[in-house]
Nanobody, 124 residues
């Protein structure tokens, strides 16, 4: 059983930056592909980015590519999401997820473990 805890969310102005962290425990972190998803009010949860088990590969949804960076530190059992040039439409609850599936995976049902989420609010 893998336990995931996100942190780093908050309120930021449009154009600003935030870095989200997700700390994992209870499993062998380097065995899992890690991802970030988000869910805005009234919308379905959507894929944001994922990184392979080694951290050498990343995949992004088009709307965040070139603005967001996902990276991991396997020695710290932590995955990060660096978010730059934030827009109002990035406002959502951001969730960290872990999967034993093959990289890349963009569907929620491919992921085995989820964190509780962290709120990101971007104001204009």
């Amino acid at each position: 059983q893998v336990h995931l805890v996100e942190s780093g969310g908050g309120l930021v102005q449009a154009g600003g930056s935030l870095r989200l962290s997700c700390a994992a425990s209870g499993g062998t972190f380097s065995n899992y592909m890690m991802a970030w998803f988000r869910q805005a009010p009234g919308k379905e949860r959507e894929f944001v980015a994922c990184t392979s088990q080694s951290g050498n590969d990343q995949y992004y949804t088009r709307s965040v590519k070139a603005r967001f960076t996902i990276f991991r530190d396997n020695s710290k059992n932590t995955v990060y999401l660096q978010m730059n040039s934030l827009k109002r439409e990035d406002t959502a609850v951001y969730y960290c997820a872990a999967a034993g599936a093959r990289f890349p995976a963009t569907l929620s049902n491919e992921y085995d473990y989820w964190g509780q989420g962290t709120q990101v609010t971007v104001s204009s």
